[in-house]
């Protein structure tokens, strides 16, 4: 069974930063893709940032020159800097990982539990 554990969340004030990591664990054969979406109250889910199948990252243009992605595959885990955060990265941001769980299966989105950033004005 895979799990994505996401920490880090928390309330910061406008300005400030906060690091997210979330670790992919149980039976893994490949992760293909894994980063960070986000979404805020009455809001679709958007991508925040990612790794893609490909090794390169993709960003969303919000947050593009103040947050960055990185990862340490030997654990498994994926960070997110968020730095200069506003107001309005105020969300829940959720962990995601497309991984394979064998070598002769498909592919699959996996998904966290969530952790609440609120940035204060």
């Known amino acids: 069974q895979v799990q994505l554990v996401e920490s880090g969340g928390g309330l910061v004030q406008a300005g400030g930063s906060l690091r997210l990591s979330c670790t992919a664990s149980?039976?893994?054969?490949?992760?293909?893709?894994m980063g960070w979406y986000r979404q805020a109250p009455g809001k679709q889910r958007e991508l925040v940032a990612v790794?893609?199948?490909?090794?390169?990252?993709n960003y969303g243009s919000s947050v593009k020159g103040r947050f960055t992605i990185s990862r340490d595959n030997a654990k498994k885990t994926v960070y997110l800097q968020m730095d200069s955060l506003k107001p309005e990265d105020t969300a829940v941001y959720y962990c995601?990982?497309?991984?394979?769980?064998?070598?002769?299966?498909?592919?699959?989105?996996?998904w966290g539990q969530g952790t609440q950033v609120t940035v204060s004005s």
């Open positions: 149980g039976s893994i054969f490949r992760i293909n893709a």
């Open positions: 790794f893609t199948s490909g090794g390169n990252q």
């Open positions: 995601n990982a497309n991984l394979r769980v064998g070598i002769s299966t498909t592919p699959q989105d996996y």
